[in-house]
């Protein structure tokens, strides 16, 4: 999997990828990590599993929108079938974001018995991001360290579940290491 340093939003937003992903806790709390950015950017906490409130449901479960993406940088939502999304994808620079729901509880882990990051929802995440696009032809996907920050999980372990989830698929995975300066 190739590994690039950034700010995955700016680079999105840059169009160098097709869709990103971010983790997201099952009780609607987008209070730290890459959470608030992606909803400051791109209102991932307005979309509609986040405003249905804490679900243990919504464990391994996506929620997206796709967005144009203008030459100012501002994401904007579009309202299209799907088929109108595969023509439309290049030639109007869609970006699909997902929130990918792979932790039960928000917050810090506390190891080695709550680690909530949960590997078993992000590769059943994956698993129904390629259905979902698997008839679009050749995409991007830019991968944040989801999990390994403030949830304890551990970057080589999702790394292998991106390799192994997402082999012989449509889409390349591009890891995006935060540059923080």
Do not use: W
């Amino acid at each position: 999997m190739k590994t690039i340093v950034g700010n995955i939003i700016e680079l999105a937003l840059d169009r160098e990828f097709d869709i990103i992903i971010h983790g997201c806790n099952t009780h609607s709390v987008m209070g730290s990590g890459l959470a608030p950015q992606m909803a400051r950017a791109f209102g991932c906490d307005k979309f509609p599993m986040e405003l249905q409130g804490p679900d243990v449901n919504k464990l391994g479960c996506i929620d997206g929108k796709n967005f144009t993406v203008s030459e100012l940088g501002e994401a904007f939502r579009i309202n299209n079938s799907k088929l109108d999304i595969i023509r439309m994808r290049e030639e109007y620079n869609i970006l699909t974001v997902y929130n990918f729901y792979t932790q039960f509880y928000a917050g810090r882990a506390v190891a080695p018995y709550n680690i909530p990051f949960d590997y078993d929802s992000y590769r059943v995440c994956l698993r129904k991001l390629v259905q979902a696009h698997r008839v679009e032809g050749e995409l991007t996907l830019g991968i944040p360290a989801i999990g390994c920050g403030l949830a304890g999980g551990d970057i080589l372990t999702m790394k292998t579940i991106n390799e192994v989830e997402l082999e012989g698929s449509n889409i390349t995975p591009i890891f995006v290491k935060y540059d923080k300066n």
